[in-house]
């Protein structure tokens, strides 16, 4: 099986560690020259300490395109990630893991192949350009298709237990599941600058995480079969010793990913002629940090 991991972030790390686990051909596409050397040297991936063999470019026409694409780059650089991708002579398959369904529109601006989408309940840490840390087991949900029926079958052998693969053929509700998930938990810890188990542990925190969810679930009642409070609340707890892309982002200075997780949310809400003060004052707050601490990026 041959794979292009699209972006070296921690959920491309621990991915593309699985991926080699299984002797795949891995091959990421990273930005940094410097990233490249390191990853050439070995990915690891912690507590475990293992170390896999991959490759790694900055050179998009050194890619195989009869590979299959994962893209797992935040929402800010997907455009540039496309714009190369589209003007490609051939193609390739590609596999979207995203945070938000902002990509959703994005996508059908651009003439790509096989398309096809995930999402991943994992906790993970990037330590450095070669190293990851699995802190937390979730299940990779992949909407199921033929043409990579073969590839989703491949990977539920990798690991079942560390690296459980699912499926589903609904790809707006898988996507609209995760962003429900993602609403409730992330927002919360990058305001609060707390890591994700701190929602459960502390009282008051676990109070207003509890009503958020409530909330947004309230507002969503089509999706009861597929998402609990008790499903959220799982996340959260096998992730408890995760920091959320959200908190990470803010941490570092980055504009964190309002618009495509909060603001997609409540849209959607506005729409139904629903009501969420909750979100509405966390999407608020946020955008008046990203404006304060990132320079109005």
């Not at 690891?44 to 050179?59: A, L």
């Not at 959260?236 to 997780?261: F, H, P, W, Y």
């Not at 849209?267 to 404006?291: C, D, F, V, Y």
Request: hydrophobic share 40%; with cysteine.
């Amino acid at each position: 099986m041959r794979f292009v991991v699209v972006g070296a972030g921690s959920i491309g790390l621990l991915i593309g560690s699985y991926l080699a686990q299984h002797q795949a051909n891995v091959i990421f596409w990273v930005r940094r020259e410097e990233q490249v050397k390191h990853l050439r040297n070995g990915l690891v991936r912690e507590p475990e300490n293992f170390t896999y063999e991959v490759d790694s470019t900055i050179h998009i026409k050194e890619l195989p395109l009869d590979a299959l694409w994962i893209i797992a780059v935040k929402y800010d650089a997907l455009h540039d990630v496309l714009s190369e991708i589209s003007a490609l002579p051939i193609q390739p398959d590609v596999l979207f893991i995203q945070n938000g369904i902002g990509h959703l529109s994005l996508i059908e601006q651009y003439p790509l192949g096989h398309v096809s989408f995930a999402t991943v309940e994992h906790g993970a840490k990037r330590i450095d350009d070669r190293t990851v840390s699995h802190n937390g087991i979730g299940p990779i949900n992949i909407v199921e298709n033929e043409k990579i029926a073969p590839t989703i079958q491949w990977m539920k052998e990798i690991d079942p237990h560390n690296f459980p693969i699912t499926t589903q053929r609904n790809a707006k509700q898988l996507l609209f599941r995760k962003v429900l998930i993602n609403c409730a938990i992330n927002p919360l810890t990058a305001l609060l600058k707390i890591r994700n188990g701190q929602l459960l542990e502390n009282p008051y925190f676990h109070l207003v995480f509890r009503q958020l969810c409530e909330e947004l679930l309230n507002n969503f009642e089509e999706y009861s079969g597929l998402l609990s409070y008790e499903d959220i609340e799982g996340v959260c707890r096998k992730t408890a010793d995760n920091q959320s892309s959200m908190l990470v982002d803010r941490i570092k200075g980055r504009n964190m990913e309002i618009e495509t997780i909060l603001t997609a949310v409540l849209k959607e809400i506005n729409q139904k002629g629903g009501s969420a003060p909750i979100l509405q004052m966390l999407e608020t707050t946020l955008l008046g940090i990203n404006r304060s601490e990132c320079g109005g990026c």
